[in-house]
Structure formats: structure tokens, C-alpha cells
């Protein structure tokens, strides 16, 4: 899916939320507490990418770009260039 760089600007201050706040917490956890802070920004982002952003922020234990995970399809949001 495509977004616009507000779009993707409100999703990634939803992420840091989560990642923040819920990092330690099981994966699933983390998904519906980023599903929540996604729908309360206004963007809509599909399941599996939702499940994408979830899996990096567990995998990290932390904030990722949301850009990067997007984009590229890597789960960690990291540049491996």
C-alpha cells in the first residue's frame, strides 16, 4: 500500500507509542495495542501490514521506522545497505 508522508508520519508516532510503552510485551499484545494507536491517528494500514510493523517492533524491543518496514518488507526496519 502507498502512503502519503503525513500518512506515514502519523503511523510512525503511533509506532513510537507502542514501541515505547508495550516493547516487552508478546507480539500479540503489541498488535492490538498498535491497531488501536494506528486506528486513533486516522490512517488506515491493512492487517498484515499492521502484523509487519508489530513482528519489528517485538523483534527489536523497541521503535523501528515505519517507512523502512513498509517499503522494503524488513521486518526489523533496519537499512542492511
Do not use: K, Q
Given at each position: 500500500m502507498s502512503?502519503?508522508?503525513?500518512e506515514l508520519e502519523a503511523v510512525q508516532r503511533a509506532v513510537e507509542?507502542?514501541?515505547a510503552n508495550w516493547d516487552a510485551a508478546p507480539e500479540e499484545t503489541i498488535?492490538?495495542?498498535l491497531r488501536?494507536?494506528?486506528a486513533e491517528v486516522?490512517?488506515?494500514?491493512?492487517p498484515e501490514e499492521v502484523r509487519a510493523l508489530a513482528e519489528a517492533i517485538d523483534e527489536e524491543r523497541g521503535i523501528v521506522d515505519v517507512g523502512t518496514v513498509l517499503t522494503?518488507?524488513?521486518e526489523t526496519g533496519r537499512?542492511?545497505?
Open positions: 502512503y502519503t508522508a503525513e507509542r507502542v514501541g498488535e492490538d495495542h488501536g494507536a494506528i486516522g490512517v488506515e494500514v491493512p522494503s518488507g524488513d537499512d542492511h545497505g
